[in-house]
């Protein structure tokens, strides 16, 4: 036996050392890297899910890309396993409710030495019981299962408010990302008009410096608004480049995936607000799904403080088994017995009342109440935030609702304007300084009615999101 120890010890040892030898030795020296080559190879990362194939050319919507993400995202996939794992736990609680039946097989020898006459004489006993079944029940607990299956209730409710608090925030990251690439694409084809205008003027500006109408200096700051055009539509490209990533990121796809999007000219945007703030407040506190959550957390700490007291009472079970049994038995200088095979049976009914654990029943007590408490100030904490969140985004939609229309007017002043300009410049009747001026200007306003657009889009967007709509309302 002892043996037999030493090999199993030894082949344990042989299995486990190869992948915990690298992670148990620090670095050798303190001016380079640690070589974690060799520990690179214990730990091998569990296969990738392969990224849903989009269409390179197809235009992708933002009830499409939301969809998407929706599937591929692995952050609605933890949360759904931890639903899942919650479901199990309510499966568990509630399979108290019920007895246990267990097949069972025994066998046992026993050698003692029995006191008999002046001397100690040595007896062995063997038995065996081939089959046999155990069952055990609690009878009455004062509740205290019935409060576990509560807490497990309220429990699995709050990991699926969980699951959709998680959706809702999904959505939201795919809305952000993707009203950002609008923005940056929007900039892009601004950039690539500005530039068109700045060629244009610096090409009239070369004409009539051929003609001895213009001077160099004059023509020379067209060509430098024309070279800061350029400049500014390959930052616009660069920016482009970096949202099409942010975006393939909150879909779970990889960043080199292509596809398109829609152009923010083809978005009709809304003409106010549908709701007023104490509606969009009400609202929120009726369906955003983090507040439920906090809700149902209390409830689960309220079902444990209740566990926790019914554990000073006692409970009552019943058991018992029934089998067959055989025995055989030697005592010294005396003949081997063998019994018959016979049927067993055990019945028990158990009265157990704890009266003293170390003070664990008042310190659980204590914990249970703790936790009771600060769920119910996570709740009033959460719901003041939601009003305050609800607040500043209804504010901020409004601001940028007034933004955008002062923004529209403010391009369209800005069109008419360089191209009285340019017309102006055409008779004579304005400088090269001039039609630069007015370009330039109209390249703000361009840069600005785009920005302002996005920024309406995302504020509504952030909105719905504090409202909790995000979940209920038809994605355009």
Request: hydrophobic letters at 40%; a neutral charge.
């Amino acid at each position: 036996m002892h043996c037999l120890r030493k090999q199993t010890i030894l082949m344990l040892c042989m299995l486990v050392a190869d992948g915990v030898v690298f992670s148990q030795k620090a670095p050798s020296v303190p001016d380079r890297p640690w070589d974690a080559s060799s520990a690179k190879q214990q730990l091998t990362s569990p296969p990738l899910r392969p990224p849903p194939a989009l269409d390179p050319a197809k235009i992708y919507t933002l009830a499409d890309l939301v969809n998407i993400a929706e599937q591929n995202n692995p952050e609605t996939r933890v949360a759904w396993e931890n639903a899942k794992a919650r479901a199990g736990d309510l499966g568990i609680a509630k399979s108290t409710l019920y007895p246990t039946l267990a097949a069972v097989a025994l066998a046992s020898s026993v050698q003692v030495g029995v006191f008999f006459g002046n001397s100690f004489q040595k007896q062995t006993t063997e038995s065996i019981s081939p089959g046999g079944f155990t069952v055990d029940y609690t009878i009455f607990d004062f509740g205290q299962r019935s409060e576990q299956i509560s807490a497990s209730k309220s429990n699995l409710l709050a990991a699926n408010f969980q699951f959709n608090d998680t959706h809702r925030k999904v959505i939201f990251q795919v809305m952000q990302a993707y009203y950002k690439l609008l923005d940056t694409k929007g900039k892009e084809d601004a950039a690539k008009a500005n530039l068109k205008d700045a060629q244009t003027v610096q090409q009239a500006a070369e004409a009539r410096l051929q003609s001895g109408l213009t001077t160099l200096p004059d023509v020379l700051e067209t060509r430098s608004a024309a070279a800061q055009a350029d400049y500014d539509l390959q930052a616009a490209i660069g920016a482009t480049e970096i949202a099409y990533g942010d975006l393939a990121f909150s879909l779970g796809i990889p960043p080199t995936t292509q596809f398109q999007v829609e152009s923010l000219e083809d978005i009709k945007l809304p003409d106010g607000i549908v709701n007023g703030i104490e509606a969009s407040i009400d609202k929120a506190l009726s369906q955003r799904p983090d507040l439920v959550q906090r809700v149902a957390e209390l409830r689960a700490a309220a079902a444990d403080v209740s566990v926790a007291h019914k554990a000073y009472f006692p409970t009552l079970t019943i058991g018992g088994s029934v089998g067959v049994n055989r025995s055989y038995g030697v005592q010294i200088n005396l003949p081997p017995v063998y019994s018959p095979t016979t049927t067993t049976w055990v019945g028990t009914l158990t009265l157990h009342w704890t009266l003293f654990d170390g003070l664990a029943r008042e310190n659980r007590l204590a914990k249970a109440r703790a936790d009771q408490r600060q769920a119910a100030a996570s709740v009033e904490s959460i719901r003041i935030q939601i009003e305050n969140e609800v607040w500043s985004a209804y504010s901020t939609a409004r601001t940028a609702l007034r933004q955008q229309r002062a923004a529209a007017a403010l391009l369209k002043a800005a069109t008419e304007s360089y191209n009285s300009s340019v017309e102006s410049y055409h008779y004579g009747l304005r400088n090269e300084i001039n039609v630069v001026t007015a370009q330039r200007t109209l390249a703000d306003a361009r840069a600005t009615d785009v920005n302002a657009r996005t920024q309406l889009l995302t504020a509504l967007a952030t909105l719905a999101y504090q409202t909790g709509d995000l979940l209920y309302a038809k994605i355009p």
